[in-house]
């Protein structure tokens, strides 16, 4: 998997967009972007992911540079229910036989 | 996606003991993992859950203490045995249907051994 680096906390003002950056300088070509996130004491819960292109769904939106070095998750519209950990793991995805590394990630606080 | 329940939530264990944790998944996935979160800290995999054959580990862990099974594409047990105050964690089961769906988990059993 690839080493992903993310800043350890943020705040983001209810109803603006909350832009969360990862650094994955190592990440190889075939190698995704997945995002997940950890509401206080419950079980991480799919984002979105991505390889080369900019993707989006109900939840966010992803940015991968051109270069695969780094990305960004966009909450559009941030709210309190938001607050979590968010984590960006590189990893394979092929047929089902991928796993999840896990790192820091970086705390999002929403602020009334 | 995948739905998970995990049982139990929660449990008090006195050390020395062993708990199965179950995880029952409502459509059949091809891979099925094993978590452990330390308090305040990120997820750590323990195993992979095969099945029909051993659990596949990762390093620092092993199959005495974390004995894993997975009888079939639905469900996975993962036992901690011989319990002490080091292994309260949360552990969590996830499973994936394939490379488009990203893995769910379950919410999760929260472990304190006293």
């Known amino acids: 998997d690839a080493k992903t680096t993310q800043p350890p906390s943020m705040d983001c003002a209810e109803g603006r967009a909350a832009n969360l950056p990862c650094n994955h300088s190592t990440i190889s070509g075939n190698e995704y972007v997945y995002w997940y996130r950890q509401i206080h004491s419950q079980g991480p819960q799919y984002i979105i992911h991505g390889l080369k292109n900019n993707e989006t769904n109900e939840m966010a939106s992803l940015i991968i540079t051109e270069d695969r070095k780094s990305s960004t998750l966009i909450l559009p519209h941030a709210t309190l229910r938001d607050t979590a950990v968010y984590y960006c793991i590189g990893t394979y995805s092929g047929a089902g036989s991928y796993q999840l590394t896990f790192g820091k990630g970086t705390k999002l606080s929403v602020i009334p | 996606s995948a739905v998970i329940s995990q049982k139990p939530s929660r449990d008090i264990c006195q050390r020395g003991t062993s708990l199965t944790i179950q995880c029952q998944v409502d459509?059949?996935?091809?891979?099925m993992f094993w978590y452990r979160q330390q308090p305040g800290q990120s997820l750590t995999l323990i195993a992979t859950?095969?099945?029909?054959?051993?659990?596949?580990?990762e390093s620092g862990f092993v199959i005495d203490k974390f004995p894993i099974s997975r009888p079939n594409l639905t469900f996975s047990t993962l036992t901690v045995s011989n319990m002490s105050p080091e292994d309260s964690s949360i552990y969590l089961c996830?499973?994936?249907?394939?490379?488009?769906?990203?893995?769910?988990f379950g919410s999760g059993t929260r472990l304190t051994v006293v």
């Open positions: 459509s059949q996935v091809t891979m």
């Open positions: 996830s499973a994936s249907l394939g490379s488009n769906y990203g893995y769910t």
């Open positions: 859950a095969n099945q029909g054959s051993e659990a596949t580990y």
